[in-house]
């Protein structure tokens, strides 16, 4: 009988790397309504949580810019 693989962190698998936060504020914007397409809708603190080295307090004025567009999204 074949022995079964022990739980533990060799047989985990990572998640996905997580995209570093743009530096520019246009490209801010589009992050945020890149991150809000995939999360449906989620706060400030969520959307920094999808991006490396980022504080909410840094994602809330992008994140309200971006939704109040008058662009189509």
Do not use: C, Q
Not at 16 to 31: E, N, V
Request: net charge positive; charged share 25%; hydrophobic share 40%.
């Amino acid at each position: 009988m074949a022995a079964l693989p022990r739980p533990g962190p060799a047989n985990w698998k990572s998640p996905p790397p997580r995209p570093p936060w743009p530096k520019s504020l246009p490209d801010h914007i589009a992050a945020a309504r890149y991150a809000l397409k995939d999360l449906g809708e989620a706060d400030a603190e969520i959307v920094a949580r999808t991006f490396l080295r980022v504080r909410a307090t840094t994602v809330a004025p992008p994140l309200e810019r971006g939704s109040a567009s008058p662009w189509p999204k």
